[in-house]
RNA sequence: GGAGAGUUGUCCGAGUGGUUGAAGGAGCACGCCUGGAAAGUGUGUAUACCUCUAAAGGGUAUCGAGGGUUCGAAUCCCUCACUCUCCGCCA
């Protein structure tokens, strides 16, 4: 959520970041300044009579000890009326600032200064390609592959539970779990904490993160506890600093975490949704800092230069782009998304997606520090996939292929014991 | 799931209707003391918003969350969340 104060500052060039992210209604900009001029002067009017209010109640106090009933019951009258006064400004006060909460919520991150303008994935720019491999025409795609050395059971998976949900078996099981533990270890390594967090969230851990109100329908809800199920550790690991000071010399917090994430979905079909490529259930390790609000672009750099060496060490050829203002998510202020190359397949597939949310997130989270000066600044919020499991697994089955076997790439080969599969 | 007891500041802990943003202690910070340290001693030690602003100051709110009663609530009532104990159930 963006600072009332920033709109009220930069106003215009609030307006100019807004436009490229392709935001239709700079006007709420100053709708939202409007709403917080009114709520300060309906919040002086209403301080100041509550403030007589309780003046009186004191001394009412005073003359009871000291035996002036009276005098007492008098002021009591007094006090009532204004009370009456007070009712009115209250309940305007509160719906200003709810309707405020409300507006300024629609808003979007602003983007960057690097953010390229853009409306589509075709705008993104490519900061960096490794080469293409090309595969003989035999080459089989990851759904063929599994299902050869079964791998996974995408019919087991629709049976129990639905599209959406596949089944790892076997080899495809423990070469997940390679994988999983792999990428741990590398994260852990760097100096990120490991973290096993609840898999589901209650409603303020959705909206500190960003996914309320923006994503509602992309959730799992479970109706009877109030419990969404996450979308990303992102989620819960970033809001384990809600609602929290942190020291600064705390910072930066650097956490690491396995999970399952599940997502709806709502609304994607075709080859896009083939095999691995988009699942509701699928898992991923995540990476999250929480650094000083001057420091969060050299960490976005290292959270890249992190990402891009694992794919380098897993010999997956990648790109990173760097999202256009219409491809970036609602809360990012500068977003690198890392994609892995599906020979098989001949087309790019998204395993990463690190961002540096600046003070978007922090701002509803309420995570701040003190700075040198003693000043309560709000911490910035970072981070990045580490990598998502599917498309990495497609992309390593697809690319790894030989005619009878699937090669273990070297740094797996410790957690799977094996050279290959087949 | 049932019954009961709790939730107070960085921490411990007092407080059952009236100058209580909150006793006391610990911790922390700064000062005094000291050759230095410990001990001792003094002062300070929340956040948000508003106002004012060079600074200070002032106002409002906050004692798990939200509502209510009252001139006045940390204190009384209601709802919810969480913690603990016992019973039930269970990986």
């Given at each position: 959520?963006l600072?009332?104060?920033?709109?009220?500052?930069?106003?215009?060039?609030?307006?100019?970041?807004?436009?490229?992210k392709?935001?239709?209604?700079?006007?709420?900009?100053?709708?939202?300044?409007?709403?917080?001029?009114?709520?300060?002067k309906?919040?002086?009017?209403?301080?100041?009579?509550?403030?007589?209010?309780?003046?009186?109640?004191?001394?009412?106090?005073?003359?009871?000890?000291?035996?002036?009933?009276?005098e007492?019951?008098?002021l009591?009258?007094?006090?009532?009326?204004?009370?009456?006064?007070?009712?009115?400004?209250?309940?305007?006060?509160?719906?200003?600032?709810?309707?405020?909460?409300?507006?300024?919520?629609?808003?979007?991150?602003?983007?960057?200064?690097?953010?390229?303008?853009?409306?589509?994935?075709?705008?993104?720019?490519?900061v960096?390609?490794?080469?293409?491999?090309?595969?003989?025409?035999?080459?089989?795609?990851?759904w063929?592959?599994?299902?050869?050395y079964?791998?996974?059971?995408?019919d087991?998976?629709?049976?129990?539970?639905?599209?959406?949900?596949p089944?790892?078996?076997?080899?495809?099981?423990?070469?997940?779990?390679?994988?999983?533990?792999?990428?741990?270890d590398?994260?852990?390594?760097?100096?990120?904490?490991?973290?096993?967090?609840?898999?589901?969230?209650?409603?303020?851990?959705?909206?500190?993160?960003?996914?309320?109100?923006?994503?509602?329908?992309?959730m799992?809800f479970?109706?009877?506890?109030?419990?969404?199920?996450?979308?990303?550790?992102?989620?819960?690991?970033?809001?384990?600093?809600?609602?929290?000071?942190?020291?600064?010399?705390?910072?930066?917090?650097?956490?690491?975490?396995?999970s399952?994430?599940?997502?709806?979905?709502?609304?994607?079909?075709?080859k896009?949704?083939?095999?691995?490529?988009?699942?509701?259930?699928?898992?991923?390790?995540?990476?999250?800092?929480?650094?000083?609000?001057?420091?969060?672009y050299?960490?976005?750099?290292?959270?890249?230069?992190?990402?891009?060496?694992?794919?380098?060490?897993?010999?997956?050829?990648?790109?990173?782009?760097?999202?256009?203002?219409?491809?970036?998510?609602?809360?990012?202020?500068?977003?690198?998304?890392?994609?892995?190359?599906?020979?098989?397949?001949?087309?790019?597939?998204?395993?990463s997606?690190?961002?540096?949310?600046?003070?978007?997130?922090?701002?509803?989270?309420?995570?701040?520090?003190?700075?040198?000066?003693?000043?309560?600044?709000?911490?910035?919020?970072?981070?990045?996939?580490?990598?998502?499991?599917?498309r990495?697994?497609?992309?390593?089955?697809?690319?790894?292929?030989?005619?009878?076997?699937?090669?273990?790439?070297?740094?797996?080969?410790?957690?799977?014991?094996?050279?290959?599969?087949?």
């Amino acid at each position: 959520m963006l600072q009332v104060n920033v709109l009220r500052q930069k106003t215009e060039w609030v307006k100019e970041r807004l436009a490229v992210k392709n935001f239709k209604q700079p006007e709420l900009v100053d709708a939202i300044v409007a709403m917080d001029d009114e709520r300060k002067k309906l919040q002086a009017e209403f301080d100041a009579l509550q403030a007589k209010v309780n003046a009186s109640s004191k001394n009412i106090g005073k003359l009871m000890s000291t035996g002036n009933r009276e005098e007492a019951e008098q002021l009591k009258a007094d006090v009532a009326t204004w009370k009456l006064q007070l009712e009115p400004g209250k309940k305007q006060a509160a719906e200003t600032e709810k309707k405020l909460e409300e507006t300024i919520t629609l808003l979007p991150n602003l983007p960057s200064e690097k953010v390229p303008k853009g409306l589509s994935p075709e705008d993104n720019e490519v900061v960096k390609q490794t080469e293409v491999p090309m595969l003989p025409e035999t080459a089989l795609p990851h759904w063929e592959l599994t299902k050869k050395y079964k791998l996974i059971d995408f019919d087991l998976g629709n049976k129990i539970t639905g599209s959406g949900f596949p089944v790892y078996t076997g080899k495809g099981a423990k070469l997940q779990r390679s994988l999983i533990q792999y990428f741990l270890d590398y994260n852990t390594d760097a100096g990120y904490k490991e973290i096993i967090p609840p898999f589901m969230v209650n409603e303020a851990s959705a909206f500190g993160t960003g996914q309320l109100p923006d994503k509602e329908g992309q959730m799992y809800f479970v109706n009877e506890d109030g419990f969404y199920l996450i979308p990303t550790s992102e989620v819960p690991v970033t809001n384990m600093y809600r609602d929290t000071i942190v020291k600064q010399e705390e910072l930066p917090v650097k956490m690491t975490a396995y999970s399952p994430c599940f997502r709806r979905e709502a609304g994607s079909y075709g080859k896009d949704v083939r095999g691995l490529n988009r699942l509701h259930q699928f898992e991923k390790v995540e990476i999250v800092q929480i650094v000083d609000a001057e420091k969060s672009y050299d960490a976005l750099e290292e959270m890249v230069s992190h990402v891009e060496r694992l794919l380098q060490l897993l010999k997956l050829p990648y790109r990173i782009l760097r999202l256009c203002g219409g491809d970036m998510s609602f809360t990012s202020a500068l977003t690198y998304d890392f994609e892995v190359y599906s020979a098989a397949q001949k087309r790019w597939l998204e395993v990463s997606s690190v961002s540096n949310f600046e003070s978007y997130q922090s701002n509803r989270l309420k995570c701040r520090y003190k700075d040198e000066s003693g000043k309560m600044q709000l911490v910035h919020t970072l981070n990045g996939s580490s990598l998502a499991l599917p498309r990495i697994l497609a992309c390593l089955l697809e690319n790894n292929q030989t005619e009878n076997s699937i090669v273990i790439p070297e740094v797996l080969r410790r957690y799977f014991g094996e050279d290959a599969i087949g």
